[in-house]
């Protein structure tokens, strides 16, 4: 159930981990309280026919291509290939090594068959074994995205997810106008990592909208520039998504939408096609902001 229009209510409710907040229950939906404050959020009713229902619906419309590493080394230090296939959650029997080549790069990540990157095995080693924190470092991940020959990827993994995260925010930022869009899931969890909340107040503070969602499961986050949107909806608490509308310019948008399937375990896929970008940031404004 889709839940969403707070009005106030008489509640009965339980207490929450976070002092000062109730979740509640009411005949006409969900609902939380902080302190004497009590909201509710009525049920949505579901899309009409042929239109996306579920965040789940756009997942599943990503096709899950056959990825594959081919290293060109002599001997590539195992480390190396076992951190490099984990972030791209890669098999054993999708790892080739080839051995020294004259002509080839020293690592060729394909998907069905057609090359995505190229590259050497100490840069993408560097990249994918550096936290991809919203600060920005030297050996900054990110520009994987952009040497990745693909507008849409699927991916579970989460490290992967992350730098497709850091990727679409740090694209707002550039920009620093058009309007992006967060789902954190919990609200709790925007100000849980310091660094995460700094980064956000800072794009608060420019000429981009910024819209947080989540469930509320902590008092009103204190946020300047943010518009926070807190929501008991089932599939908001599973979904990690975030979402820049380009400031309406097609080669400027680019999301990433995940569900999560168990601890710490998501599947998703990041975008820079257009179509897709405007199907999730439109799924979740009618959904959710209607």
Known sequence: MLLREPTDNAFRGRSHPNAGVQTCRWASGFGHCVGSTCHTYKAVAPLPDGITNSFHELIEAVPQESLELHLYHPAPPSEAVADIAAFFDLPTAAVTVHGDSETKPEVVLTADGEELLETSI?????????????????????????????????????????????????????????????????????????????????????????????????????????????????????????????????????????????????????????????????????????
């Open 122 to 290: 100490d840069e993408l080693w560097s990249a994918v074994t550096t936290t991809a924190e919203v600060l920005h470092t030297d050996a900054d991940p990110v520009w994987l995205i952009d040497r990745l020959e693909t507008s849409t990827f699927r991916s579970q993994s989460v490290p992967q997810l992350v730098v497709a995260s850091r990727y679409v925010e740090r694209r707002a930022e550039r920009q620093a106008t058009g309007t992006l869009y967060a789902c954190f899931q919990h609200l709790s969890r925007v100000d849980r990592d310091l660094r995460t909340m700094l980064y956000y107040n800072v794009l608060g503070r420019t000429d981009i909208d910024v819209h947080l969602f989540g469930i509320p499961d902590r008092a009103p986050l204190d946020t300047e520039g943010l518009i926070v949107h807190d929501a008991d909806s089932e599939e908001l608490a599973r979904t990690w998504l975030v979402a820049y509308d380009g400031d309406s310019e097609d080669d400027l948008k680019a999301a990433l939408l995940a569900e999560e399937i168990g601890h710490r375990q998501y599947r998703g896929f990041w975008t820079q096609e257009p179509e897709r970008v405007d199907g999730i940031i439109g799924y979740l404004t009618d959904t959710y902001l209607s």
